[in-house]
């Protein structure tokens, strides 16, 4: 069977986007060198995606590679988050409103990355999707469950995974699509986490900076 594998580009640019967002952070909520993070997504990303384009079919050293990058990401960013936490929590008001708008940064990372990671872990990939493997449901969209709501061939692709992250990480809760194996609800839970302690001591603060 022939694989028409989605295009990989919105993953990838949505992954620089949070290259991008990590080089606004002030120095002192990265841990090490700044451009350390950067450039080892780099490394990883561009031969990935050379790699990728010629031979479509994902090894599973490619697909290690692909999980670890993301999970890289991650872990930067919740360090980020823990360090904001506890700047937000012992500044001064003047220093406070900088942070507020670093806690942006960090929470629009959050969304970016989990919804890398639904589009990575949903059914093996996009790869295994493409190819029509008969892999069991992590995530399910309603247009896979009636087919008055899309084409009989509709598959979620990049953009529906990133709506269902930034669903999750503003409500707390799933939306449209619902989380069934337990590694997906695993991974909707963190992010939910990160994103309620991020708003929520930026609310606390904003408070403090309004009185």
């Given at each position: ?48 995606s050379l790699r990728r384009h010629r031979h479509p079919d994902e090894s599973p050293r490619v697909r290690q590679s692909t999980l670890a990058l993301i999970g890289l990401v991650t872990i930067a960013n919740v360090t980020s988050m823990v360090l ?34 639904f589009w990575e872990i949903d059914r093996g990939g996009p790869t295994r999707r493409a190819a029509g493997h008969k892999n069991v ?75």
């Amino acid at each position: 069977m022939s694989i028409h594998a989605e295009p990989r580009w919105p993953a990838s640019l949505a992954l620089l986007a949070c290259v991008a967002l990590y080089f606004v952070l002030p120095d002192r909520l990265v841990i090490g060198p700044r451009w350390l993070i950067p450039v080892l997504i780099l490394l990883v990303l561009i031969p990935l995606s050379l790699r990728r384009h010629r031979h479509p079919d994902e090894s599973p050293r490619v697909r290690q590679s692909t999980l670890a990058l993301i999970g890289l990401v991650t872990i930067a960013n919740v360090t980020s988050m823990v360090l904001l936490v506890q700047r937000l929590l012992n500044t001064s008001v003047s220093q406070g409103r900088a942070l507020i708008y670093s806690a942006v940064s960090v929470w629009l990372t959050n969304i970016i990355i989990y919804g890398i990671w639904f589009w990575e872990i949903d059914r093996g990939g996009p790869t295994r999707r493409a190819a029509g493997h008969k892999n069991v449901y992590d995530l399910q969209f309603p247009q896979l469950e009636n087919p008055q709501l899309a084409p009989p061939d509709w598959e979620p692709k990049f953009t529906d995974y990133l709506y269902t992250s930034f669903a999750n990480g503003t409500s707390f809760a799933p939306a449209d699509a619902m989380p069934l194996s337990r590694r997906m609800k695993l991974l909707f839970v963190t992010e939910s986490m990160v994103s309620f302690i991020t708003i929520a001591v930026v609310a606390a603060r904003a408070v403090n900076i309004l009185k």
